[in-house]
């Protein structure tokens, strides 16, 4: 077999073991061997570049980095759909079919709650992929939407077509990215159809590919004759390799109808993905052109919109959570509820304004939801079983400090400014010995409470002074004296972390992991971020007003200045030194980890590997420089190997990292 049959193949078969084991949910390879294949692909199309197509399954990975998307003019408009709220209204629009055509039935499927997407293939290949946008014209997103893992690159058939269908986020998805989001402070994502909005309209398709990203396909434009149904175009997009919904029925009458409704709302629950409502068409296309479309939307078609699921529930209590940053939220205590999908006892009330304009009370009787059905909140009182509720007040002092609070103007915000505020410093001393932060392991949010109770702990300087008292410490219930040791030793190696990581540590408000890594990128030292001007900052392209006037605010408090001084008394790294990175071997290296390290969390290690100017990455490519393996190391190890890439064991990175090679 020659090369170029070689490839092909390779290709075949993996697209092949993508659609088993992404549309139909039934691997049929072992992951093993579709890594070897695909790295056997990879290897020979870095061979024969001329032999790499863009059908290739090797793209699904993402690459591409654009500056903007183009426009794409659809060739058919992309419509939306009427809704219909209730029985009443469904029937309506049933009867109004009644009277254009008769013998006709009506097909009821999910209506997936993402964003529509138009795809078009020629002889059988992908070649484009757009937004709907306003429906005549959307954007080009085809290197986005080729690494979705469910989408077919080549067809089972050679037809030039174009489908429609959802791009959508599972919840597995969703809560990953959420997570990953939380732990570098990044703002999360209010539910996951904005998250699949936001990573659709990234420009690196690396990051698209790396969010899990689904998609459904439920048109068929301008069918073939030969296909005269809404049903058999279903079935027949599937037979061409697409991911189709399996939730479709057909029903010949309304009551069929109403009662699948009831059905889908029941189930709704436990899928995996969101669903917003169920999508309802004439299902034989011969009636479609005879029932005519608006302006805006088919009339052959309309969507039944599903309820926001809403409790009712007794408002306990208002109680107050005080941030790291020192603002104050009121908080909603609740008589516990079940609301889509677990017991609700608290919810966010926001601020004063928010409360003022619900008005709402202590002992009201609210209305609760989850907004994008992840974060509870209050939606609003039931008057009717308002009695003698007396209006709220906003709090005038920390509820921990007894600090009187002050909300700034044009905010909606009360803060607590007492910089030894004991509330405010325990929520800034769990950030700043957190995962994304200094990462010291141990010294969780349950040991910070205790070493605060019994006096140790009071602001983040104290951390490094913990070792003065190991003694004592000791005879803390339940910390033996090798807690205290392991403990004591992740502080003192929290000291090697970059000034990046101490920079997002101090909880500067807007100042997350990424705006600190780019701060410490542009001014390197602390004194010059601490001399940066509003203008300085400014005129980083990344950063906007809000975050370089908190910077500014920051650093203009002499008690802020001090603390860091003293930091760095205490042996933190107030500097990044560009001379090491560039003159380190490491610099612009791919590196890998994987395996469980002994001395280091992987946190660290990236983070050590970074600031050396590596750039790290989560799989093992011919791209990829060197891999760092720890034990247990599974397939990346084996994929490493076989594309002859360096390995390196722990000792052997320690010693990397210390120049020591
Ligand atoms: S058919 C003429 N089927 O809902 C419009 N749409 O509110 C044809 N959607 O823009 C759309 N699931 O993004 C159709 N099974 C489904 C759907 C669905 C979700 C979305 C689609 C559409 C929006 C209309």
């Not at 993996?14 to 990879?42: F, G, M, V, W």
């Not at 014209?137 to 174009?162: H, Q, Y």
């Not at 309309?302 to 940053?325: P, S, V």
Request: proline residues 3%; hydrophobic residues 35%.
């Amino acid at each position: 077999m020659d090369i170029k049959q070689r490839i092909d193949e390779l290709k075949r078969i993996i697209n092949e073991a993508n659609h088993d084991y992404h549309t139909l949910d039934n691997p049929k390879i072992s992951d093993y061997e579709y890594d070897r294949l695909l790295s056997e692909l990879n290897k020979l199309e870095e061979q024969y570049p001329e032999y790499k197509t863009s059908d290739s399954p090797t793209n699904k990975i993402g690459g591409a980095v654009l500056d903007a998307f183009e426009k794409v003019q659809h060739e058919y408009k992309m419509m939306s759909l009427s809704n219909v709220f209730n029985e009443e209204e469904l029937r309506s629009f049933y009867e109004r079919i009644e009277k254009e055509v008769t013998g006709f039935s009506v097909i009821s499927e999910l209506k997936i709650d993402g964003l529509a997407v138009n795809i078009k293939y020629v002889d059988g290949v992908f070649v484009q992929a757009s937004t709907r946008g306003d429906g005549i014209t959307g954007e080009n997103i085809t290197e986005n939407v080729r690494t979705i893992k469910s989408l077919p690159l080549v067809l089972s058939e050679k037809v030039s077509i174009t489908v429609r269908g959802e791009i959508f986020m599972p919840h597995r998805s969703f809560n990953k990215l959420n997570e990953k989001r939380l732990e570098n402070d990044e703002p999360l994502f209010a539910n996951p159809r904005n998250a699949a909005a936001g990573t659709i309209r990234q420009l690196d398709s690396k990051i698209v590919s790396s969010r899990g990203l689904d998609l459904f396909v439920y048109t068929l434009v301008e069918p073939d004759q030969k296909i005269t149904s809404q049903e058999e175009a279903l079935k027949y997009l599937q037979h061409l390799g697409f991911k189709v919904n399996p939730h479709y029925k057909t029903h010949q009458t309304i009551t069929s109808l109403i009662e699948q409704i009831k059905i889908y709302d029941g189930m709704r629950r436990t899928l995996p993905y969101d669903i917003d409502g169920v999508v309802i068409k004439v299902n034989e296309f011969k009636y479609h052109d005879r029932i005519g479309e608006t302006v805006k939307f088919p009339k052959w078609a309309t969507a039944y919109k599903f309820e926001a699921e809403k409790q009712e529930t007794e408002l306990i209590d208002i109680t107050f959570q005080i941030g790291r940053t020192g603002v104050v939220t009121p908080v909603a205590e609740l008589k516990p509820v079940f609301v889509s999908g677990s017991t609700i006892s608290r919810a966010t009330l926001h601020n004063e304004d928010y409360i003022k304009e619900k008005d709402i009370r202590i002992k009201d009787f609210v209305w609760i939801h989850k907004a994008g059905e992840i974060i509870p909140e209050v939606l609003n009182v039931n008057l009717d079983k308002r009695t003698n509720q007396k209006p709220f007040k906003m709090i005038e002092t920390c509820p921990v400090c007894g600090e009187k609070l002050i909300r700034k103007e044009g905010e909606a915000d009360h803060f607590c400014v007492n910089l030894d505020c004991p509330g405010r410093n325990i929520n800034q001393m769990v950030h700043f010995a957190s995962r994304g932060a200094m990462d010291i392991e141990g010294l969780g949010e349950k040991v910070i409470y205790t070493l605060h109770e019994f006096g140790f702990l009071n602001q983040i300087s104290d951390i490094y002074n913990l070792h003065k008292n190991q003694d004592e410490l000791m005879t803390i219930p339940g910390f033996g004296e090798k807690k205290v040791q392991k403990l004591l030793e992740a502080i003192e190696r929290s000291k090697d972390m970059p000034l990046d990581r101490v920079l997002f540590g101090l909880g500067i408000k807007h100042v997350g992991a990424k705006v600190s890594k780019m701060l410490v990128k542009q001014f390197e030292t602390i004194e010059n971020l601490m001399n940066a001007t509003y203008e300085d900052l400014m005129a980083i392209h990344e950063i906007g007003e809000m975050i370089a006037l908190s910077v500014v605010e920051y650093f203009h408090n002499e008690a802020n200045k001090r603390h860091i001084e003293y930091l760095r008394e205490l042996g933190l790294k107030m500097a990044f030194s560009k001379q090491e990175v560039v003159e380190h071997e490491l610099n612009n290296k791919t590196v890998v980890l994987t395996g469980k390290l002994e001395n280091y969390s992987r946190d660290q290690a990236a983070s050590i590997l970074e600031s050396l100017g590596a750039k790290m990455s989560s799989s093992v490519s011919s791209k990829t420089d060197l891999v760092i393996a720890g034990s247990d190391a599974g397939s990346k190890l084996k994929k490493a190997r076989d594309l002859g890439i360096k390995v390196i064991d722990e000792n052997e990175f320690m010693k990397l990292v210390n120049n020591e090679t």
